[in-house]
């Protein structure tokens, strides 16, 4: 299998298999996404749902087993070694490009998760017809603090069993840290944007355009990244 991701692409460019499976993706994902979206514009919020709610489960599975087995730092790597155009385009295009899609991934997984929390929450069946409720959705300070305790505590057990299987290191340490320290930063987020729409239906609403335009972004810088690493200035990789 990772013989076969770094076998020369689908495309015909200088991709991998490997990128050319994952921009093939990333494709699927955002179109399916953009479907939902129109869905519930159009009100059709049955569809919406199960659309939405399949389409972020395989999304989140597809790219963290895909990164988990191609390894993380596969795409900064390649960016060293593979871009093969002048220094001032990497230095002022691609790195800040790179760095702007890496952090996007980031709260694109985050609100994944969210919105499908929130959708859960904030939905109510009246005659039968799935609908966003009207109405107040907050979460307590003491319920947080709950769910944050129990989020570390998984994460805390994970870091455990992987040092008694591979050792501990401190770059490991610091992976797991970040991870709960993330894991706070959304809480606190929460807190504040319940704050600003307590009203569970609005909050899904601005949220949902939020989070649905955070994936448009990722696929063009995604898309962008792809084109200057295999197809305009490809380098000594691929
Ligand atoms: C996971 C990502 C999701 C995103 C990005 C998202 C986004 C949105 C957006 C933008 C709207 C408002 C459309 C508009 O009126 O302009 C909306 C409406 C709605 N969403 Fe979601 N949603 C997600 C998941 C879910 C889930 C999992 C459920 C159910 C559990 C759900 C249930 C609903 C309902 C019932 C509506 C109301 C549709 C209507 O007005 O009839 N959503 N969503």
Same mark, same amino acid.
Request: no cysteine.
């Given at each position: 299998m990772a013989e076969w991701l770094r076998t020369?692409?689908?495309?015909? #460019?200088?991709? #991998?298999m490997g990128a050319d499976v994952s921009q093939l993706m990333a494709t699927f994902f955002t179109l399916l996404f953009v479907v939902g979206w129109i869905q519930a514009r159009q009100r059709k919020a049955n569809h919406h749902h199960w659309l939405m709610l399949g389409g972020m489960v395989a999304m989140l599975a597809f790219f963290t087993s895909y990164y988990l087995f191609r390894s993380l730092g596969v795409l900064a790597f390649e960016g060293k070694e593979g871009f093969g155009g002048p220094q001032s385009l990497y230095d002022n295009v691609f790195i800040p490009l790179l760095t702007l899609h890496i952090v996007l991934v980031v709260i694109g997984l985050v609100m994944a998760i969210y919105m499908i929390v929130l959708g859960f929450r904030s939905q109510a069946f009246v005659d039968g017809r799935r609908v966003l409720k009207e109405a107040v959705l907050q979460t307590s300070g003491r319920r947080i603090a709950v769910i944050l305790g129990s989020v570390t505590g998984v994460v805390m057990l994970l870091f455990a069993s992987r040092v008694m299987t591979a050792g501990f290191s401190m770059g490991k340490f610091s992976v797991y840290l970040g991870l709960i320290f993330i894991i706070a930063i959304v809480f606190g987020i929460e807190v504040a944007i319940q704050r600003i729409w307590p009203n569970g239906a609005r909050r899904h609403r601005v949220l949902g355009m939020f989070t649905m335009v955070i994936y448009c972004v990722l696929f063009v810088t995604g898309t962008v990244t792809y084109t200057m690493l295999y197809i305009l200035y490809p380098g000594k990789i691929g």
């Open positions: 020369p692409g689908i495309f015909g #460019t200088h991709a #991998t």
